[in-house]
Nanobody, 120 residues
Framework: VQLQASGGGLVQAGGCLRLSCAASGRTYNSYPVGWFRQAPGKEREFVGTISSGGGGTYYADSVKGRFTISRDFANNTVDLQMNNLKPEDSAVYYC??????????????WGQGTQVTVSS
Protein backbone atom coordinates (compact mmCIF):
# COMPACT_ATOMS: atom_id res chain seq x y z
CA VAL A 1 0.00 0.00 0.00
CA GLN A 2 1.35 3.40 -0.99
CA LEU A 3 -0.13 6.49 0.61
CA GLN A 4 -0.14 10.12 -0.48
CA ALA A 5 -1.38 12.91 1.77
CA SER A 6 -2.49 16.18 0.21
CA GLY A 7 -4.50 19.31 0.95
CA GLY A 8 -2.20 21.15 3.30
CA GLY A 9 -1.58 24.85 3.13
CA LEU A 10 -1.60 28.16 4.94
CA VAL A 11 -4.78 29.23 6.71
CA GLN A 12 -5.72 31.82 9.31
CA ALA A 13 -6.73 30.82 12.81
CA GLY A 14 -10.38 29.85 12.87
CA GLY A 15 -10.26 28.63 9.30
CA CYS A 16 -10.54 25.13 7.92
CA LEU A 17 -8.70 22.70 5.69
CA ARG A 18 -9.48 19.27 4.35
CA LEU A 19 -6.64 16.80 3.99
CA SER A 20 -6.93 13.71 1.88
CA CYS A 21 -5.00 10.46 2.02
CA ALA A 22 -5.08 8.60 -1.27
CA ALA A 23 -3.80 5.09 -1.63
CA SER A 24 -2.85 2.62 -4.26
CA GLY A 25 -3.51 -1.03 -3.69
CA ARG A 26 -6.79 -2.88 -3.66
CA THR A 27 -6.44 -3.84 0.01
CA TYR A 28 -6.34 -0.23 1.28
CA ASN A 29 -10.00 -0.27 2.22
CA SER A 30 -9.38 -3.21 4.52
CA TYR A 31 -6.95 -1.25 6.72
CA PRO A 32 -7.65 1.12 9.55
CA VAL A 33 -6.09 4.51 8.83
CA GLY A 34 -4.66 7.06 11.21
CA TRP A 35 -3.59 10.65 11.00
CA PHE A 36 -0.57 11.97 12.86
CA ARG A 37 1.26 15.26 12.93
CA GLN A 38 4.70 16.46 13.79
CA ALA A 39 5.80 19.99 14.49
CA PRO A 40 9.48 21.00 14.37
CA GLY A 41 11.35 19.79 17.45
CA LYS A 42 8.38 17.81 18.75
CA GLU A 43 7.40 14.17 18.89
CA ARG A 44 5.03 12.70 16.35
CA GLU A 45 1.53 13.21 17.72
CA PHE A 46 -1.62 11.19 17.22
CA VAL A 47 -4.52 13.10 15.67
CA GLY A 48 -7.18 10.48 15.03
CA THR A 49 -7.96 7.16 13.44
CA ILE A 50 -10.76 5.42 11.57
CA SER A 51 -11.58 1.74 11.45
CA SER A 52 -11.40 -0.31 8.29
CA GLY A 53 -15.18 -0.26 7.91
CA GLY A 54 -15.41 3.43 8.66
CA GLY A 55 -17.80 2.97 11.54
CA GLY A 56 -15.32 3.66 14.30
CA THR A 57 -13.26 6.75 14.96
CA TYR A 58 -11.44 8.28 17.84
CA TYR A 59 -9.42 11.43 18.26
CA ALA A 60 -6.83 13.10 20.38
CA ASP A 61 -8.35 15.35 23.01
CA SER A 62 -6.61 18.32 21.42
CA VAL A 63 -8.64 18.01 18.21
CA LYS A 64 -11.86 16.40 19.41
CA GLY A 65 -14.88 18.35 18.25
CA ARG A 66 -12.88 20.21 15.59
CA PHE A 67 -11.48 17.45 13.37
CA THR A 68 -13.38 14.66 11.61
CA ILE A 69 -12.03 11.64 9.77
CA SER A 70 -14.07 9.93 7.08
CA ARG A 71 -13.58 7.30 4.42
CA ASP A 72 -14.55 7.42 0.77
CA PHE A 73 -14.51 3.80 -0.32
CA ALA A 74 -15.37 4.58 -3.92
CA ASN A 75 -12.34 6.82 -4.33
CA ASN A 76 -10.01 4.95 -1.98
CA THR A 77 -9.35 7.96 0.23
CA VAL A 78 -9.45 8.85 3.89
CA ASP A 79 -10.11 12.51 4.60
CA LEU A 80 -9.34 14.68 7.59
CA GLN A 81 -11.64 17.68 7.90
CA MET A 82 -10.10 20.28 10.16
CA ASN A 83 -12.26 23.13 11.43
CA ASN A 84 -11.59 26.03 13.78
CA LEU A 85 -7.85 25.66 13.26
CA LYS A 86 -5.44 27.03 15.82
CA PRO A 87 -1.80 28.05 15.48
CA GLU A 88 -0.84 25.04 17.59
CA ASP A 89 -2.29 22.80 14.87
CA SER A 90 0.58 23.80 12.59
CA ALA A 91 2.62 20.74 11.67
CA VAL A 92 3.37 18.24 8.95
CA TYR A 93 0.41 15.88 8.79
CA TYR A 94 0.88 12.24 7.91
CA CYS A 95 -1.56 9.49 7.13
CA UNK A 96 -0.75 5.90 7.95
CA UNK A 97 -2.46 2.56 7.48
CA UNK A 98 -2.44 -0.71 9.33
CA UNK A 99 -3.71 -0.13 12.86
CA UNK A 100 -6.62 1.34 14.78
CA UNK A 101 -4.40 2.87 17.41
CA UNK A 102 -2.89 6.04 18.77
CA UNK A 103 0.55 4.41 18.74
CA UNK A 104 2.35 5.36 15.55
CA UNK A 105 4.70 2.39 15.91
CA UNK A 106 1.84 0.01 15.11
CA UNK A 107 1.25 1.41 11.63
CA UNK A 108 2.89 -0.34 8.69
CA UNK A 109 2.38 2.11 5.84
CA TRP A 110 3.03 5.86 5.78
CA GLY A 111 2.45 8.70 3.40
CA GLN A 112 5.02 11.46 2.92
CA GLY A 113 3.16 14.21 4.76
CA THR A 114 1.60 17.54 3.96
CA GLN A 115 2.35 20.85 5.66
CA VAL A 116 -0.36 22.71 7.53
CA THR A 117 0.41 26.21 8.77
CA VAL A 118 -2.09 28.20 10.81
CA SER A 119 -1.37 31.89 11.25
CA SER A 120 -2.61 33.85 14.24
Amino acid sequence: VQLQASGGGLVQAGGCLRLSCAASGRTYNSYPVGWFRQAPGKEREFVGTISSGGGGTYYADSVKGRFTISRDFANNTVDLQMNNLKPEDSAVYYCAAGSYSANYRLYNYWGQGTQVTVSS
